[in-house]
């Protein structure tokens, strides 16, 4: 079964930088948008960017604009999220979802994807 790999988490002090990492276990995945959600302690998973596999339009939570940057690289079937000027509210559980199956639902709504990560942990110290 195709899994989504993420990589890149990690303990960065506030105002650092990191960068992680997703992709499939194997290139076999025919995906519409990639997308990064998050999950702090005690709280709900929230969406954090996402990224159109076509057209390349980029989408950011509100919280993480300015300082988040999605990107792809086709030829490795991999996309990628550059985490800039870190705070201590950013500390959650990254996950990597993909649209496989074309929904039209909302870039920010967890139920447009139907493949997911396990997770990779992000600890920003202050």
């Known amino acids: 079964q195709v899994q989504l790999v993420e990589s890149g988490g990690g303990l960065v002090q506030a105002g650092g930088s990191l960068r992680l990492s997703c992709a499939p276990s194997?290139?076999?995945?025919?995906?519409?948008?990639m997308a990064w959600f998050r999950q702090a302690p005690g709280k709900e998973r929230e969406f954090v960017a996402a990224i159109s596999w076509t057209t390349e339009t980029t989408n950011y939570a509100d919280s993480v604009k300015g300082r988040f940057a999605i990107s792809k690289d086709n030829s490795k079937a991999t996309v990628y999220l550059q985490m800039n000027s870190l705070k201590p509210e950013d500390t959650a559980l990254y996950y990597c979802?993909?649209?496989?199956?074309?929904?039209?639902?909302?870039?920010?709504?967890?139920?447009?994807?139907?493949?997911w990560g396990q997770g990779t942990q992000v600890v920003v110290s202050s």
């Open positions: 979802a993909a649209e496989t199956t074309y929904t039209g639902g909302s870039y920010s709504s967890s139920n447009t994807y139907d493949f």
């Open positions: 194997r290139r076999t995945l025919t995906t519409f948008a």
